[in-house]
């Protein structure tokens, strides 16, 4: 096998190729994967939004199932990022071999890697996009920006897509993915304006929510499911800003650890 020892341009007909190879192997596997994807969402929307909605009432002049609906449509689109570029990612680096496989062809590590992150966007886009449909059905669709918010999973999803392939690039083990799950991916469910105003809490608690790119997916996804753009852009520009920062690290880190 060979070593790559440096970084080369990104192609993206090579980036391309990788997205297309993920997505056949998603399709076949994709009637299998939508209950476990979508019935966590849809049990906290009927218990939180609806269940504890009725007693609840509104939030900040927001409807409980509203407020609720929207921080599960970025949640979920969250989840469905992370677990393409952990558990997914970990079995193609380290137990199958593809990324070792791919990199014997013309495309570079660092073409699988973004490809893969790619793909962990579109999965986020197809899960979330999925979970909005079925919540629409509930009435909590007020505005016709709600077209927008396929764009906010895009770009949420590519930076949770970053964040995950960031930790599996360093990840001696696979039982090590448990702990990117329950000191990042929890925290951040819990902490994001998604059941509860976060501005309530304690100060630290508010600090921590605000560097969470959950928050900020929360929040967009909230402003227009509601047509209400207070906010939006400071929501998208950190979301962005982070997806820039983060975009060159796990190639970096895959290509010391890879020894391709």
Not at 65 to 88: D, K, Q, R
Not at 106 to 131: E, H, K, T
Not at 239 to 247: N, R, Y
Request: proline share 4%; with cysteine.
């Amino acid at each position: 096998m060979r070593r790559q020892k440096k970084l080369y341009k990104l192609s993206p007909k090579s980036i391309w190729y990788v997205i297309i190879r993920n997505y056949m192997s998603f399709r076949r596997l994709f009637k299998i994967s939508i209950f476990p994807n979508l019935v966590d969402p849809i049990l906290f929307l009927l218990a939180m939004g609806i269940g504890l909605g009725s007693y609840i009432g509104e939030i900040n002049g927001v409807s409980y199932l509203i407020f609720v609906t929207a921080g599960l449509i970025a949640a979920t689109g969250m989840m469905a990022s992370t677990a393409e570029v952990t558990i997914n990612a970990f079995i193609q680096m380290r137990v199958e071999k593809t990324y070792s496989a791919v990199t014997m062809t013309p495309v570079n590590l660092q073409d699988v890697v973004i490809g893969q992150v790619i793909w962990a966007s579109c999965r986020s886009l197809i899960y979330g996009g999925m979970f909005l449909v079925i919540a629409a059905f509930f009435g909590v669709v007020q505005s016709w920006t709600v077209i927008f918010v396929p764009f906010v999973l895009l770009l949420s999803g590519f930076v949770f897509g970053l964040m995950g392939m960031i930790f599996t690039s360093l990840a001696p083990n696979r039982d090590y993915l448990n702990y990117y799950s329950v000191l990042f991916i929890r925290p951040m469910y819990m902490f994001s304006d998604i059941f509860f105003p976060v501005k309530n809490m304690p100060e630290i608690v508010q600090v921590f929510a605000w560097f969470s790119p959950l928050y900020h997916a929360v929040n967009l996804c909230r402003g227009l499911l509601l047509g209400n753009f207070e906010g939006l852009i400071m929501n998208f520009s950190w979301l962005l800003i982070l997806g820039i920062i983060l975009f060159y690290i796990p190639v970096i880190i895959t290509q010391k650890k890879l020894a391709y």
